[in-house]
């Protein structure tokens, strides 16, 4: 029988420490029964997070933040709880296991690595494709191999008959949320302009359409992220994760060395999307489109995430999508980085211009006729001093001074 006791003193968390994250975690001081670390919980200059050896167990005298081994694990890996005992019981040698995996699911999920597998072998021999990615898309083999990005065969009907008109498409797999992640799906997008439809999903595993009830809930896009899976890390080291919409702008600031970026894959965002994307970060910078319906998808999505406890901001950029912005800026970081930093605006801030823009519009368009009016008027005194209060009068009436 699992003992949780046994399972965590035979992970003592100070060798782990500097085993595992002497790099994230760099050992200031170190006495015969603990170590003290500069809190990662918390900005500081000092050491007040402390490692104890008789408990197993860490606290920051600063921010107060205390916790074992299975605390932090979850912490620095941004993994759930069982994910964070099974990577321990990995590195210490010790055998766990939780409840069994669905059998049906995890052959679902070996069959969709399968056509991953095959899908990058498609699109490293087709030169059109690989064309349209790495200089169209301005995408590096890296990147496409980081998000094991693929092509679909020309007559892909002859291997599956479970989706139509996917042949010849660049394929998007979408990744589980979790240690050792499979893939649950696909998007498919063509590269050539006149193939349409421009993106096709695999269906949802909702139990629909006479689908094995054995897979039911396996795959549901809406529940996950795109990109979420190589957002961890990053997210946790930037303290805030940024929601895009569509998976190249995913893939564009990737490559552009913003790597804390997921993407909802679609125009609206779920509960369940919601809820994941708070195990990124509880703050969250919104790169939705910026034209008017994505600015309203941006209002409607606000009170949602309130009421779920997120620190907003959103970034109001001056370019059609994200993937335009990132490109821009794909050879410089740090310039991509200010620009972000300078082009977003507080939540409150951002709801103030939106509910206000049509107002301020009329209202100027008003002020416009009144001010023409008045110019017959003003001309006719002769002196500045009349001028200057006749302005001041007027300004001060229509809401100007």
């Known amino acids: ?45 000092t050491p007040s997070l402390v490692f104890f050896k008789n408990n197993n167990r860490y606290k920051c ?3 107060g933040v205390n916790g074992d081994i299975i605390d932090l694990v979850q912490y620095i890996e941004n993994v759930n709880w069982e994910e ?35 899908y990058i072998n498609n699109l490293n021999k087709n030169a059109e494709a690989l064309d349209y990615l790495i200089n169209k898309r301005e ?19 002859k291997y599956r008959n479970d989706m139509g008109s996917i042949s010849d498409k660049i394929t998007f797999p979408i990744i589980e949320h979790t240690y050792n992640p499979k893939c649950l799906g ?45 957002a961890r890390k990053p997210s946790r080291e930037k303290r805030y994760v940024i929601l895009v919409e569509g998976y190249f702008d995913v893939l564009s600031l990737y490559e552009s ?51 779920k406890g997120f620190n907003i901001a959103i970034s109001n950029y001056d370019f059609k999508d994200p993937d335009e912005l990132a490109r821009m800026y794909r050879n410089d970081t740090a310039r991509l980085e200010d620009y972000l930093i300078s082009h977003t605006i507080q939540c409150i801030d951002y709801i103030i211009d939106i509910i206000t823009e049509d107002y301020i519009n009329v209202m100027s368009l008003e002020r416009m006729k009144v001010i023409n ?29």
């Open 84 to 118: 964070a005992c099974i990577m321990i019981g990995q590195n210490t040698n010790q055998n766990i296991t939780f409840t069994p995996p669905n059998p049906h699911h995890e052959k679902y999920k070996d069959l969709m690595n399968s056509y991953a597998s095959r």
């Open 257 to 307: 060395g913003i790597k804390n970026v997921v993407g909802c894959m679609g125009t609206s965002v779920t509960d369940t999307q919601l809820e994941e994307l708070k195990k990124l970060s509880n703050s969250v910078l919104l790169m939705l489109d910026m034209d008017k319906p994505g600015r309203n998808r941006v209002l409607d999505l606000i009170p949602k995430m309130l009421e």
């Open 1 to 45: 029988m699992f003992d949780m006791e046994t399972f965590k003193s035979n992970a003592p968390i100070i060798p782990y420490v500097e085993h595992y994250y002497k790099n994230q975690i760099p050992i200031i001081r170190k006495t015969k029964d603990c170590v003290f670390c500069k809190c990662i919980f918390h900005k500081e200059n």
């Open 61 to 63: 005298f600063g921010c």
């Open 186 to 230: 696909f998007a498919y997008r063509s590269y050539k302009d006149n193939n349409k439809p421009k993106y096709i999903n695999d269906k949802n595993q909702d139990g629909s359409d006479s689908q094995d009830p054995n897979l039911n809930g396996v795959f549901i896009k809406g529940n996950l992220l795109y990109g979420y899976y190589s």
């Open 139 to 157: 995408l590096s083999p890296k990147t496409i191999n980081d998000f094991r990005l693929g092509l679909t065969d020309i007559e892909e009907y």
């Open 373 to 401: 009016k008045a110019n017959k008027y003003i001309d006719c005194f002769e002196r500045d001093l009349d001028k200057a209060y006749f302005n001041k009068l007027l300004f001060d009436k229509i809401g100007l001074s």
